[in-house]
């Protein structure tokens, strides 16, 4: 199967990333003034602070292939972090949470199943990054574990969380297995992004990402 243009898959890219942050502008602003949200809870929710870290890698990857730059391996990791972060917002909210919660239905279904889907086609299709090591398995975990780390304080010093089943009255033991249980789920999209790291030719990617 030939390869999309190079061309064609960075302004793909940048388009998406772009059009990510349009959608999570537009939710926020939507949300602030219907519920008075702020901007740190806004992005304390998982599924608005993945999908803007990951709009921003997917804005990088695109215009480092633009400027026809070799993609540095940290933005290709932190593109495999994404996807793998991404395959969980997927998974947990279409088969654990659903529901809409306060953002259209449309909003939902954009940052659930459109992005997530999206990244995990583009990371397995395309197939134009360099080579990932599986030493580099570990980067996966700073991210999710600092969010949770963050939210359980807050949970105890302010009593917000964005979840349900983080809530501080369910009982240590209960948040305790919950956040393992999500790490472990974690880990199995972090293996599944990590066992197709490599183009099918073996050999090194070109710079489009």
Known sequence: MNRPPR???AVARVSVGLVVLG???YTFGLLSSTHRISLVDYFGFFTNL?????????VATGATALLRRSTPLALTLARAVATACMILVAVIYNLLVPGTGAAPPWVS?????????LMLVDWIVIRDHPGIR???FWLLLPYPVVWL????IRGVTDGWVPYGFLLPERGWPSILLTSLGLLLALAGAGALVWAVR???????SDPAG
């Not at 490599?198 to 050999?203: D, E, I, L, Q």
Request: net charge positive; hydrophobic share 60%.
């Open 7 to 9: 061309t064609a898959v």
């Open 23 to 25: 959608v999570l502008t």
């Open 50 to 58: 993945t999908s803007l870290l990951t709009a921003l890698v997917l």
């Open 109 to 117: 279904a954009v940052l659930h199943v459109v992005l997530p889907a």
């Open 134 to 136: 599986w030493r580099h």
């Open 149 to 152: 780390v963050v939210v359980l």
């Open 198 to 204: 490599r183009s099918p030719s073996g050999h090194r």
